[in-house]
């Protein structure tokens, strides 16, 4: 018989949010910004969450637990010519944004393996990024090794070590980001275009593991030590 699952979740999202602003305009609007403090608070966070897959399925809606978001977001532009004829308008947006897991409904993660691909870890933030001391390739089949919390190097079945030999790297999802913005206008003639940024995030640079065919694209420059 066919068995029909539905989104699971006994809650709807909730946000307070508090914040506190103060726009600006100097020289006839020729100079102006802004300054905006945040701080949300979001409860019944709704996300997947894992099942047994003996159900029949591997992951439902539900709710998963409470995120905090705190940050800044500055604002200053201007026309910085203006004339009959032509005028150039420039803004430029900054906001950072530090995010915080409070609450995390699931089963605490107790090893390496879950730290590393869930990206959800109570106490850290979302994206957390998870990753052994590195310790190089052996040399007799450059099979990779790290370092434990004592300084001994290991190299073997991974899976068998304690959640406590892993290590917060840092975040995938980048908190600080922003844009810079343009506007030129020539008599009956205009022109806008924009630039975005974000950076402070960390990304895993990873190389593979087993290769067996031959190389039909670009791999890690690693891949020839191994």
Do not use: C
């Amino acid at each position: 018989p066919a068995i029909a699952y539905v989104v699971y979740f006994r809650k709807w999202e909730k946000t307070t949010t508090k914040n506190l602003g103060i726009d600006y305009a100097f020289f006839n609007h020729r100079l102006y910004g802004s300054v905006d403090l945040y701080d949300k608070y979001t409860t019944d966070l709704i996300d997947s969450k894992e099942l047994d897959p003996t159900v029949g399925a591997t992951t439902v809606k539900s709710n998963v637990g409470e995120l905090s978001n705190k940050g800044i977001e500055l604002l200053i532009g201007g026309a910085i010519i203006s004339n009959r004829d032509f005028r150039w308008d420039a803004s430029v947006n900054f906001t950072y944004n530090k995010n915080l897991l409070v609450k995390f409904y699931h089963s605490a993660y107790t090893s390496p393996t879950s730290m590393t691909t869930s990206g959800n870890v109570e106490g850290y933030p979302l994206g957390a990024m998870f990753a052994y001391d590195w310790a190089g390739l052996t040399h007799d089949g450059g099979l990779p090794q790290i370092y434990l919390n004592d300084g001994t190097i290991y190299s073997g079945n991974y899976s068998k070590l304690s959640a406590d030999e892993i290590h917060y790297r840092g975040t995938s999802i980048a908190p600080y980001f922003g844009s810079i913005s343009n506007s030129l206008r020539y008599k009956g003639f205009g022109l806008s275009f924009m630039f975005v940024y974000n950076f402070g995030n960390k990304i895993w640079d990873d190389q593979l593991t087993y290769w067996y065919d031959r190389l039909g694209e670009n791999v890690h420059n690693d891949f020839d030590k191994r």
